[in-house]
């Protein structure tokens, strides 16, 4: 029987095709996306030829990863909607942006990318333990291995920097980081539920061209159709595997971190458990778990 699949970001690049791709094996995805009406009927589009073709079903559910209340709105359908829900793919992201602070003041990479989601999958834990294979599965950056920092109040920095001091790429990669840390904090926390990280590659979507702009997709577009041939960028739809792989993969040590199919080397930061254990309770109390 086909799983419950939460994806968050599900209406662009490697979201949507997680979905395709899911929902073409017979599971049923609840979309995640920003409540907009071209999200909305992208979806809605999606849901009605899945449903013409007998494939898995979609569902839309409306969230602005930038604002904390909007993620618990979101949860709290979900919830109520779906009594199991068999994996949360954390997948949403935004990478070096320009400055910008969300709704509850924090730098908006660590917000979208970290913050918001560890809320998403701890308010959707009753259901989610009702699953008898339960999985998370954050998509990271192969860029978090180069994290450095490993102090608390550091770390705290990061996530209400001023403009002066931002750096969007150093944002990214910590926001990434953090993602990673607390998958295998978490691991863990909740031994019910199977944790992982992927990194999936370098991926032809719409991720950079969001910041770069028009121009950007214009002028890169020669150089990525060879970075593509020659096999170092991915297709969104080749991207799909690894998580892929460890959906139907019956079970994987909890916490580790992927790529391309196979377990990867993390950074060696997440060998520091106290600073874990650290950033896991800071994050609760921001989110007002704790
Ligand atoms: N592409 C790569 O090479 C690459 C490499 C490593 C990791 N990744 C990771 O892969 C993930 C997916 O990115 P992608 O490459 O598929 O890029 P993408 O096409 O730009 O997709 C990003 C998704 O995140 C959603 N999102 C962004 N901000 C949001 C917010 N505030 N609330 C709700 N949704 C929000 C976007 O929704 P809207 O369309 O509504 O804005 C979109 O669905 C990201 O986490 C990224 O860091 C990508």
């Given at each position: 029987?086909?799983k419950?699949?939460?994806i968050?970001?599900a209406?662009?690049?490697?979201?949507?095709?997680?979905?395709?791709?899911?929902?073409?094996?017979?599971?049923?995805?609840?979309?995640?996306?920003?409540?907009?009406?071209?999200?909305k009927?992208?979806?809605?589009?999606?849901?009605?030829n899945?449903?013409?073709f007998?494939?898995g079903?979609?569902d839309?559910?409306?969230?602005n990863?930038?604002?904390?209340h909007?993620?618990?709105?979101?949860?709290?359908?979900?919830?109520?909607?779906y009594?199991?829900?068999?994996v949360v793919?954390c997948?949403?992201?935004?990478?070096?942006?320009s400055y910008?602070?969300?709704q509850?003041?924090?730098?908006?990479?660590?917000?979208?990318n970290?913050?918001?989601q560890?809320?998403?999958?701890?308010?959707?834990?009753?259901?989610?333990?009702?699953?008898?294979?339960?999985k998370?599965?954050?998509?990271t950056?192969?860029?978090?291995?180069k994290?450095t920092?490993?102090?608390?109040?550091k770390?705290?920095?990061?996530?209400?920097i001023?403009e002066?001091?931002?750096?969007?790429?150093l944002?990214?990669?910590?926001s990434?980081f953090?993602?990673?840390?607390?998958s295998k904090?978490?691991?863990e926390?909740?031994p019910?539920?199977?944790?992982?990280?992927?990194?999936?590659?370098v991926?032809?979507?719409?991720?950079?061209?969001?910041?770069?702009?028009?121009?950007?997709?214009?002028?890169?577009?020669?150089?990525v159709?060879?970075?593509?041939?020659i096999?170092?960028?991915?297709?969104?739809?080749?991207?799909?595997?690894?998580?892929?792989?460890?959906?139907?993969?019956?079970?994987?040590?909890?916490?580790?971190?992927?790529?391309?199919?196979?377990?990867?080397?993390?950074?060696?930061?997440?060998?520091?458990?106290?600073y874990?254990?650290?950033?896991?309770?800071?994050?609760?109390?921001?989110?007002?778990?704790?």
């Open positions: 029987m086909g419950t699949i939460v968050t970001g209406n662009s690049g490697i979201g949507l095709a997680l979905t395709k791709v899911l929902t073409q094996k017979g599971n049923h995805v609840v979309a995640l996306c920003r409540d907009n009406p071209n999200n009927a992208l979806i809605e589009n999606l849901s009605k899945n449903k013409a007998g494939l079903k979609v839309f559910i409306g969230i990863l930038n604002n904390l909007s993620v618990r709105q979101a949860a709290h359908q979900v919830i109520n909607l009594q199991t829900v068999d793919i997948n949403a992201g935004v990478r070096d942006t910008l602070v969300t509850q003041k924090f730098e908006q990479q660590f917000q979208v970290y913050l918001s560890f809320l998403l999958v701890h308010l959707l834990m009753p259901s989610l333990t009702n699953s008898a294979g339960a998370v599965i954050f998509n950056s192969i860029s978090a291995e994290a920092i490993n102090q608390l109040d770390w705290m920095a990061t996530a209400v001023k002066s001091a931002y750096d969007g790429l944002s990214y990669r910590e990434k953090t993602q990673m840390a607390m904090h978490m691991a926390l909740f019910n539920i199977l944790f992982a990280s992927v990194h999936p590659g991926v032809n979507t719409n991720l950079l061209n969001r910041n770069y702009g028009e121009w950007f997709k214009i002028a890169s577009f020669p150089f159709a060879l970075a593509m041939a096999g170092l960028v991915k297709s969104a739809k080749k991207a799909t595997e690894t998580f892929v792989h460890l959906i139907e993969e019956p079970t994987f040590e909890s916490g580790t971190y992927w790529f391309n199919k196979q377990q990867r080397l993390p950074n060696s930061i997440l060998n520091e458990k106290d874990l254990k650290q950033i896991y309770e800071q994050s609760k109390k921001w989110t007002g778990l704790s």
